[in-house]
């Protein structure tokens, strides 16, 4: 059985930063991909950002680039996503999810891509 479980979200003021933590357990052998997305209230999901789950290149939506940063802890299966000068904007609930296959560029921030779900945390920052 696999398991992807997020943490880390929380309340913080615009400018601030937090670390949301994946991690995973169960059958993770032969996975290629963990991505991040996020929706907020109204709004579809959309991408955040993803990194190969050997951990060596990552990819990140324009609107979060040069402030999040993807990180993998392969000895935990937890893969960190820093989120700096975080602004109200980004207020969402955080999914992590996986994909056991070899995703094409174009597919990478498609949520029908990844297979496996975690149950969301809430990242709410305030103006």
């Known amino acids: 059985q696999v398991q992807l479980v997020e943490s880390g979200g929380g309340l913080v003021q615009a400018g601030g930063s937090l670390r949301l933590s994946c991690a995973a357990s169960g059958r993770t052998f032969g996975w290629r991909h963990l991505g991040w997305f996020r929706q907020a209230p109204r709004l579809e999901r959309e991408f955040v950002g993803t990194?190969?789950?050997?951990?060596?290149?990552?990819y990140y939506a324009d609107s979060v680039k040069g402030r999040f940063t993807l990180s993998r802890d392969s000895a935990n299966n937890t893969v960190y996503l820093q989120m700096n000068s975080l602004k109200p904007e980004d207020t969402a609930v955080y999914y992590c999810?996986?994909?056991?296959?070899?995703?094409?560029?174009?597919?990478?921030?498609?949520?029908?891509?990844?297979?496996?779900w975690g149950q969301g945390t809430r990242v709410t920052v305030s103006s």
């Open positions: 990194i190969r789950w050997s951990g060596d290149s990552t």
């Open positions: 999810a996986a994909s056991n296959r070899p995703l094409p560029s174009a597919t990478l921030t498609s949520s029908s891509s990844y297979n496996y």
